[in-house]
């Protein structure tokens, strides 16, 4: 824990963030606080001094504390359902309570936070040539590449784009939970064939993507050439 000094009464101040390489330290990289987290200020006597929430930062903040022995609760209800507790440091994450420290001479105290990891998902699916038309993606058919695909919200809302690569392969990383839909361009020279979300537009229903889910396959897309029976 480190004390700096300053003057007048006493700070206590430190960022909840994403904590993305798991360090326990917030790295020049790891920008993303996160909000809504209520953070309680007891005296040694266990009488609750001050509240704060921290903000979109990450940040919370008690100022001009007197001198004194005090500890931190994080009240582990307010922490976000959409983050994994990840990292630690000075709090204890099985009741939110921070070790015993000291307020003395206008100190100014940190090195209690919590480091937190988005709980996303993924999409991972293929473009293909469906040749023997079985509605599955077999060994020894080719994917297509250049065929562009989005991702939408339930809303309708565009989330992202992706080109399929040299081998038909697609990807969507780091979607945040809910229910989404796909479209692909289908490209000229190609007609639908198969696909187990997939309609003949190109157009996928609604699915759903969880916290910490890939989807691999799931949204493959076989065409066959505009010629074939």
């Known amino acids: 824990i480190k004390q700096l000094k300053a003057s007048g009464q006493g700070t206590i101040s430190d960022v909840m963030f994403e904590d993305l390489n798991g360090n326990s330290v917030q790295d020049s990289n790891e920008t993303t606080g996160v909000a809504g987290i209520k953070v ?3 005296n040694d006597q266990g ?3 001050s509240t704060s929430t921290t903000g ?3 940040r919370y903040t008690f100022s001009n504390v007197p001198d004194g022995t005090y500890y931190l609760h994080v009240d582990m209800s307010t922490l976000p359902s959409d983050e994994k507790l990840y990292t630690t440091q000075g709090i204890n994450c099985a009741d939110g309570n921070s070790s015993y420290f000291t307020i003395s001479g206008g100190n100014t105290i940190t090195g209690f936070h919590f480091g937190f990891y988005p709980q996303q998902g993924a999409i991972q699916s293929f473009v293909y040539n469906d040749a023997n038309k079985n509605g599955q993606k077999d060994g020894g058919e080719a994917g297509i590449s250049g065929v ?3 991702l939408y919200t339930e809303a309708g809302a565009k989330v992202a784009d992706a080109t399929t690569d040299s081998a038909g392969a697609y990807h969507f990383d ?3 939970p809910g229910r989404y ?3 692909a361009d289908i490209p000229d020279g190609y007609k639908y064939q198969s696909g187990a979300e997939f309609g003949a537009d190109g157009t996928t229903g609604y699915f759903t993507v969880a916290s910490e889910q890939t989807l ?3 949204l493959n897309l076989g065409l066959s050439t505009s010629n074939s029976s």
């Open 40 to 42: 309680e200020l007891y």
């Open 47 to 49: 009488t609750l001094v």
């Open 56 to 58: 979109t930062d990450g």
């Open 148 to 150: 562009h695909v989005a």
């Open 174 to 176: 780091a979607i945040e």
């Open 181 to 183: 839909y796909a479209k």
């Open 216 to 218: 691999r396959n799931e």
